[in-house]
């Protein structure tokens, strides 16, 4: 397989994005454009409470309201058999809530009127008479014997708050690692918190429901990352044959995350649009986007390393309580790829793992599922990342030290890690060695020495993080019992133009660009000759959608087998017509020719015009494959971040000095739009550690759900970011290509801590959770003295 990577002509080219043609001539078409003749407007009538008994709900004056054409509640979805859709893990969600509410911003009613103004209208008319409950928001006293059970529904099943309790790894082997370094090396322990934050995409969900009464099709406008699944999933809740249900992804303005599981809103207007025969439009606005929809995080962990007294690490001990809100809609860890939290003894070699999560239902909105990556990788990442810091910390070792004693070494790979996860490729010395060169490491030390010594607040910190990625070998684990596979359709017309169809969608990351790269150069052509097109169900192969970095490692092999699956075909049609035998045949980019006769030879233009005029006769005319591919590993790509800040010791701010970000994620694609990704991650990695928060008071009311509260970092805030990369192809992926869309983020936070933290190890300031806003960091200085005036 190493040998064909070097083989490809055309991976590895700053090509433009194809889809910016669209986008920056305000061209792309987004849910919210599509406007089709009698077109309804669905707006949702939401829990003003946290938690709440629903005694009655009243319509009669909302269906007064000019315009307001239908009311739906959840008993009218119960006598429909449709109250609860599926969610991605073992628990159902409520469509709209029927006798009771668990969190603010839950789903009630669904208005459907003439006008969106009339629709919510309609929305302010319901009158919804709500008897108050006591609100569970802290998920430590979720556990609490006499806390109010949440979930009456799943009592025979579930009858406290917790929903279960998950372990992996060798608990004795564990604790007996732990027990020798009590005696004979150090153990060293810390709590962390991981807050509850939003994907925030630019565009909100939404959809545009269209139920054509007299061929019974039902076709969905939908904001989607997995169109295939939604449709599915669509199939299973509202009981409809698959072949007729059309899901389209159209331009998507951002996912992160967001866009993979279903929401409340698409069910309630696919029913209002079967009620009414009439297509309906449901599209959320910003603070219900915050407030309702696929948050991550929210992990209280408590970690421990346990090592010798010359900080070699052994054993690796992390115990989570995870807050998962009133809906379980995913992330129990079991499940793949819901459950990444595997990958938490991250790029160092130890010896022994367990790790136990117990999860659990509070008053706050569902999820814990994705956002870029909170397949809890994030969470894995940061947690192993901080702790590797305290531990330098606490042995009095340089962080980078310490890390390049303990990394799994380069001919270690593939690599077995303690709790069983087989890493493909790494070479983790090779990225932290670069970013310090790059940076110049040494002349920062001294640097902050001199800054100490006079007063001044500087600190550096390094993320040496190992990311988990391409969901990924369905042979091995599964969702509901589907296989995580990916897909593509490569149809050659006879002039050797391409249209490929992919079973992923793209959210903005460019698949349009880098997959028609990746068959150009399979097929020796220019990318400009590819059209690649994704998100339509009718059209499209089935596929599991974007989401885990996954598109690169499972959809993107695909791709490439798909086009070598042609290029199959294309030398059977050369041989043919060059009166050869196959074996006679050597390729060159874009071109099949007579071994030691170069000028004897057909292009791949000449083939495909051939396959529809003048096929061998053993062969089936046309020049076209499909490839589904289920990988047999997942990808394993890696970085080494070094952050330098300053701190203003009047105001607590925290200034990003410099930002140095190695990624690799094996095989370039395309190194422009990779640098995209990292920019963009890198920013959301930013964000948790400084800014956002989604907080909830007491009672369960949510503290920032506009984006006045909820800061999300603009340019202003953002730093220059300094990028580089080295290259480890993984070896299963045919073109040696690991994905990357989320590395950046999950890699980030800890880099941006550590820096603080470190900026602050002399007076002794061991952890500060995240985020660290001015407020937050200007106590800490004023406990420590260290404020100016
Ligand atoms: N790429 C490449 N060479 C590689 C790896 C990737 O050129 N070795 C290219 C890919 O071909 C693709 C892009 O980089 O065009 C990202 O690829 P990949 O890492 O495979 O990730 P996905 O395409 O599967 O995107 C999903 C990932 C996830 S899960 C989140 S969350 C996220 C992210 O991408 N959401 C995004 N990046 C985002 N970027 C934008 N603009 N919008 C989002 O919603
Ligand atoms: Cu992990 S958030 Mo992305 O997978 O859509």
Same mark, same amino acid.
């Not at 792309?28 to 629903?54: C, E, F, K, W």
């Not at 807050?195 to 019974?216: L, S």
């Not at 007729?244 to 209002?272: H, L």
């Not at 089935?542 to 070598?564: C, D, E, I, K, N």
């Given at each position: 397989m190493?040998?064909?990577i ?5 991976l590895g080219?700053p090509?433009k994005?194809k889809?910016?043609a669209?986008?920056?001539r ?8 599509v406007q089709?003749?009698?077109?309804l ?8 409470y ?9 319509s009669?004056e909302a269906?007064?309201?000019p ?6 509640t959840?008993k009218?979805?119960?006598a429909a058999g449709l109250?609860?859709m599926?969610?991605l893990?073992?628990d ?6 029927v006798d009771?509410?668990?969190y603010q911003?839950q ?10 103004y009339?629709a919510a209208d309609?929305v302010?008319a319901v009158d919804?008479?709500?008897e108050p ?9 979720a556990?609490?014997p ?9 009592k025979?099943?579930q009858p406290?708050?917790?929903i279960y309790?998950?372990?992996?790894g060798?608990e @004795?082997?564990t604790n007996?690692a732990?027990a ?6 150090v153990?060293i322990?810390?709590d962390?918190?991981?807050p509850r934050?939003?994907p925030?995409?630019i ?5 545009v ?5 007299a061929?019974?099709?039902l076709t969905?406008w ?5 169109p ?14 698959e072949?007729?249900i059309?899901?389209i992804s ?5 996912g ?6 279903i929401?409340p809103?698409?069910?309630?207007a696919?029913?209002a ?15 219900e986007?915050?407030g309702s929809?696929?948050?991550a ?7 421990e390393?346990a ?5 070699m690490?052994n054993a690796l001990?992390?115990?989570?309580l995870?807050d ?8 129990q860890p079991t499940?793949f790829?819901?459950?990444l939290?595997?990958?938490c003894?991250?790029?160092y070699?130890f010896?022994?793992?367990f790790v ?6 509070t008053?706050?909105a ?5 956002y870029r990556?909170?397949?809890?990788v ?9 702790m590797m ?7 009095g070792? @340089?962080?980078?030290?310490l890390?390049?004693?303990n990394f799994?070494?380069p ?5 077995r890690?303690? #709790?069983n ?10 990225? #932290?060695h670069?970013a310090m060169?790059?940076?110049?490491y ?6 902050q ?7 001044e607040l500087m600190?550096?910190g390094?993320s ?10 369905g042979k ?5 019992g589907?296989q995580?596979?990916?897909s593509c359709?490569?149809?050659?017309h006879p002039t050797?133009?391409?249209l490929?169809r992919?079973?992923?969608?793209t959210?903005?990351q ?6 028609a790269q990746i068959i150009?150069a399979?097929?020796?052509?220019s990318?400009?000759?590819?059209d690649?097109e ?10 599991l959608g974007t989401y ?5 490692p499972?959809a993107?092999?695909?791709t490439?087998l798909a ?9 059977k049609i050369?041989?043919y ?5 196959e074996e006679d045949?050597?390729w060159?980019p874009g071109?099949?020719?007579v ?10 233009q000449?083939l495909a015009?051939a396959?529809y005029?003048?096929c061998?006769?053993y062969?089936?005319p ?7 591919y @289920?990988p ?5 790509p890696f970085?080494?971040?070094i952050?330098?800040?300053d701190i203003?010791?009047?105001t607590?701010m925290?200034h ?7 990624d690799?994620?094996?095989t ?5 739009v990779?640098?995209?990704q990292?920019?963009?991650?890198l920013?959301?990695?930013l964000?948790p550690?400084m ?9 369960g009311?949510i503290?920032?759900?506009?984006f ?5 970092p603009t340019a202003?805030?953002t730093p220059?970011w300094?990028?580089?990369r080295?290259?480890?192809p ?7 290509a ?17 820096a603080?933290v470190d900026a602050?190890?002399?007076?002794g300031v061991?952890h ?9 960091v200007?106590n800490i200085l004023?406990e ?6």
């Amino acid at each position: 397989m190493a040998s064909e990577i070097h083989a490809h002509h055309g991976l590895g080219e700053p090509y433009k994005r194809k889809e910016d043609a669209r986008f920056i001539r305000g061209q792309g078409t987004y849910v919210d454009d599509v406007q089709l003749p009698g077109m309804l407007y669905g707006d949702i009538v939401r829990s003003p409470y946290a938690h709440a008994l629903i005694r009655n709900i009243d319509s009669s004056e909302a269906m007064k309201v000019p315009g307001v054409v239908a009311v739906i509640t959840g008993k009218d979805l119960e006598a429909a058999g449709l109250a609860w859709m599926p969610t991605l893990s073992a628990d159902m969600e409520a469509v709209l809530a029927v006798d009771r509410v668990l969190y603010q911003m839950q789903e009630v009613a669904f208005v459907v009127a003439t006008s969106r103004y009339a629709a919510a209208d309609g929305v302010a008319a319901v009158d919804v008479d709500y008897e108050p409950l006591p609100v569970v928001v802290d998920p430590k006293k979720a556990l609490d014997p006499e806390a109010p059970l949440l979930r009456p529904d799943k009592k025979e099943k579930q009858p406290t708050n917790q929903i279960y309790h998950w372990e992996t790894g060798d608990e @004795d082997a564990t604790n007996a690692a732990f027990a020798e370094a009590e005696r004979n090396g150090v153990v060293i322990k810390q709590d962390l918190y991981i807050p509850r934050i939003h994907p925030a995409p630019i565009e909100t969900c939404g959809c545009v429901a269209n139920y054509h009464k007299a061929t019974g099709k039902l076709t969905v406008w939908l904001t989607s990352q997995a169109p295939h699944a939604h449709r599915t999933l669509f199939a299973m809740v509202a009981g409809l044959p698959e072949h007729r249900i059309r899901i389209i992804s159209p331009d998507v303005g951002g996912g992160f995350g967001n866009k993979v599981p279903i929401y409340p809103g698409y069910v309630c207007a696919v029913v209002a649009s079967v009620t009414t025969g009439k297509p309906v439009k449901w599209i959320e606005d910003r603070s219900e986007n915050i407030g309702s929809t696929g948050f991550a995080r929210d992990y209280h962990i408590h970690a421990e390393i346990a090592a010798d007294k010359d900080g070699m690490v052994n054993a690796l001990r992390v115990h989570t309580l995870a807050d998962h809100g009133a809906f379980d809609a995913a992330a129990q860890p079991t499940k793949f790829p819901a459950g990444l939290f595997h990958i938490c003894t991250g790029s160092y070699d130890f010896k022994h793992a367990f790790v136990d999560v117990d999860a659990v239902h509070t008053n706050k909105a569902p999820g814990g599922i994705a956002y870029r990556c909170s397949f809890r990788v994030t969470e894995a990442s940061y947690l192993i990342e901080r702790m590797m810091d305290t531990l330098a910390h606490d042995l009095g070792k @340089d962080p980078a030290q310490l890390r390049l004693q303990n990394f799994i070494k380069p001919e270690a790979f593939p690599y077995r890690s303690a #709790l069983n996860w087989t890493f493909d490729s790494g070479n983790y010395e090779g990225a #932290l060695h670069l970013a310090m060169k790059n940076i110049d490491y040494e002349a920062l030390r001294q640097e902050q020495a001199e800054k100490r010594a006079r007063g001044e607040l500087m600190g550096i910190g390094i993320s040496t993080f190992t990311e988990i990625v391409g969901a990924g070998p369905g042979k091995h684990f599964d969702i509901a019992g589907i296989q995580m596979f990916d897909s593509c359709e490569v149809r050659v017309h006879p002039t050797g133009k391409v249209l490929a169809r992919i079973g992923v969608q793209t959210q903005g990351q460019g698949h349009e660009t880098t997959f028609a790269q990746i068959i150009a150069a399979e097929l020796g052509l220019s990318p400009d000759d590819v059209d690649v097109e994704h998100g339509d169900t009718d059209t499209a192969p089935y596929g599991l959608g974007t989401y885990a970095s996954r598109s690169t490692p499972v959809a993107g092999a695909a791709t490439a087998l798909a086009a070598r699956k042609v290029r199959e075909k294309a030398k059977k049609i050369a041989a043919y017509l060059l009166e050869v035998g196959e074996e006679d045949l050597e390729w060159e980019p874009g071109r099949f020719f007579v071994k030691g006769a170069p000028a004897k030879g057909k292009t791949i233009q000449d083939l495909a015009f051939a396959a529809y005029t003048n096929c061998p006769p053993y062969l089936e005319p046309g020049l076209e494959a499909v490839n589904y591919y @289920d990988p047999p590993n997942l990808t394993y790509p890696f970085g080494a971040y070094i952050c330098v800040v300053d701190i203003d010791r009047g105001t607590g701010m925290v200034h990003i000095r410099r930002f140095m970000a190695v990624d690799d994620c094996g095989t370039v694609i395309n190194p422009m739009v990779v640098e995209g990704q990292i920019h963009g991650g890198l920013t959301q990695g930013l964000a948790p550690a400084m800014y956002e928060e989604l907080a909830y008071d007491a009672d369960g009311n949510i503290l920032a759900g506009n984006f006045q509260d909820y800061l999300i970092p603009t340019a202003m805030e953002t730093p220059l970011w300094e990028t580089d990369r080295t290259v480890t192809p993984s070896p299963h992926h045919p073109i040696g290509a690991k994905g990357v869309g989320e590395s950046p983020t999950v890699g980030a936070p800890q880099a941006i801590v550590n820096a603080v933290v470190d900026a602050l190890a002399h007076v002794g300031v061991r952890h500060i959770d995240m985020p660290l806003t001015p407020w937050k960091v200007w106590n800490i200085l004023k406990e420590k003295g260290l404020t100016s005036d």
